[in-house]
C-alpha cells in the first residue's frame, strides 16, 4: 500500500511509530499532485517547498524525542480563502490575485503549530461564491469521477484533493454547502461544524453571519483528529463560543441503539434524483435495523430558506467586498477620477457572479427596499431556527440528501444562476439555523458517479455526527469511494 494511499488517522500512526518518514509522506503525495493535478486543476497555489521544509522540520524534532501533535508531519491542503502568512490568498479572484496577507488565519496558526505541511492552496468559486468551482478566475475544477463534470462548490478544489488521495486532509469554507455539496459530489467526509466552533479570524469573509470553516477527509476518525485541532473558542473572534471542546475522536463507537432519527421530508423531495432518495432511505432503515427510532420529520419553513439566504448572503457580500476598491489593497485599476478607478477596479477585478450577488445585496439594503427584503429574509431566518429548535426538542439526529442530483456537467448551469442556486437546496436551512451538518458518501450511482447523504444535529454535537458517520462507514470500505485514475498514454487520466 502506497503512502499517499492511507488514512490521516494511519498515517498517524505510521510517523509516530517511526515507520515511515514525514519527508517521505510529503514526497507521495507531491508525486500524486503532479500526476494528476494538470488535469483535475484543484491547486491555485501549490507549495512543495514549503511542504517539505516542514516535513523535515518535524523529522528532526521526532528523531530529538520531542511531544508532539498526533498529526505532526500529516500533509493537509487549504481553501484559498484562508489567510496564509507569506503565502498568496487569492479567492480565486482577480481582485487578490497578488495578494500576500501579513498574517496567518487562527486555523492556519494550529496547523503550523502542530507540524502539518501545507501541500497548497486549492481552487474554489470566487470569494466562496458558487455551487461548482466554475466561478473561480483561473480556472474551473473538475470532478474525478468524471472530468466532465464538476466537483461542487465553492470549496471543489478541497474535496477534488481529498477524494484523489493528493491530500490525506483539506480545510474548506462553507457558508450555504460550500463544503457538504463538494463531499456529497466527489465521495467524501465533509464537516460544517456549528456557528462558531470554529474561529473565522483569517477567512476572508463573504457572508459573516453564515460563513464557518470546515473539514474535508475521507473518514469520519480523519475529520475527529482535524476537529480536535481547529476546533476552539479564540478571543480574535467575536463569534467564537466560548466552550469547552472534547475529544472528537472518541466518536468510534458505533451504537445507535435508541437514537431518534428524523428523515427530512423535504431532503427527499420527489423532485430530487431516485437513486438519490433511495440511497438515503436505505440509509435510515439500516439506522432502524440496529434499533434507531426513525420518523419521518418534516421542517415548514425548508421552502423558504432558499430565498432568506439569497437575500442575506448578498446582503453581506455587498458590505463586505466594499473594501475591494482598488485603494487599499488587491488590484487596482487606473481612471480619471476616484469614481472611474473605483468602476474599472471593480468592473474588471470581479467575475461575473460575484457582481451578481453585490448588486442583489446593494439592491436589498438600499433605501425602501431594506425592510422589504433584508429585514423580511431575517425574520424568516428566525423562524427556520425556531423549526430547528421544536425539531430537536424530539429527535437527536436528522437525517436527508447532501444533494439533489449527483454532480453535474461543467457549463450546464452556469448560463442559468436560478438552477445553480437550487443545488445548494438542501443544505441551506442548516446554515441559516447556525447547526452542524455532516455530508457522508451514501454509495455509488448508476452513472458511476458518488451520492451524498447529510446528517444534522442540535448545536455543539459534532461528536455524533461523527459517532453515525462511523456506523456508516462499517458498512462499506472508505477506500472503495475513492475514484480509480489511471494516466492514458497521452498522459490524461
Known sequence: MKLYE????ELSRLLQAKEVSSVDVVHSFLERIGLFDPHLKAFITP???????????????????????????????VKDNISTRDLRTTCASRVLENYVPPYDATVIGNLRNAGMPLLGKTNMDEFAMGSSTENSAFFPTRNPWDLSRVPGGSSGGSAVAVSTAMAPLALGSDTGGSIRQPASFCGVTGLRPTYGRVSRYGLIAFASSLDQIGTLT??????????????GYDPLDSTSLPQDEPDYTDCTDPEVKGLRVGVIKQNVSAGFDREVTDAVLKAASLLEKNRAEVTEVSLPLTDYGLGAYYLIAPS????????YDGVRYGYSAEGSSVEAMFSRTRGEGFGSEVKRRIMIGTY?????????????????RTLIRHDYEAVFKN????????SPTPAFKIGEKTADPLQMYLSDVCNITDSLAGVPSLSVP????????????????????????????????????????????????????
Open 395 to 402: 429527535f437527536d439526529l436528522l437525517i436527508g440528501a447532501s
Open 364 to 380: 436589498a439594503l438600499s433605501a425602501g427596499y431594506y425592510d422589504a427584503y433584508y429585514l423580511q429574509a431575517m425574520k424568516v
Open 442 to 493: 451514501a454509495g455509488i450511482h448508476s452513472s458511476g458517479l458518488p451520492m451524498g447523504m447529510q446528517l444534522t444535529a442540535s448545536p455543539l454535537r459534532e461528536k455524533l455526527l461523527l459517532k453515525v458517520a462511523s456506523f456508516f462507514e462499517q458498512e462499506r470500505d472508505p477506500l472503495s469511494l475513492r475514484p480509480q485514475l489511471e494516466l492514458s498514454e497521452g498522459g490524461s487520466p
Open 218 to 231: 475521507l473518514t469520519a476518525l480523519d475529520c475527529a483528529f482535524l476537529m480536535n485541532l481547529i476546533a
Open 47 to 77: 507549495t512543495p517547498l514549503m511542504a517539505l521544509d516542514t516535513a523535515a522540520e518535524v523529522d528532526n524534532r521526532r528523531m530529538r524525542k520531542e511531544k508532539m501533535h498526533p498529526l505532526a508531519g500529516v500533509p493537509v491542503a
Open 6 to 9: 492511507h488514512t490521516a488517522a
Open 316 to 323: 453581506e457580500a455587498s458590505s463586505n467586498l466594499g473594501r
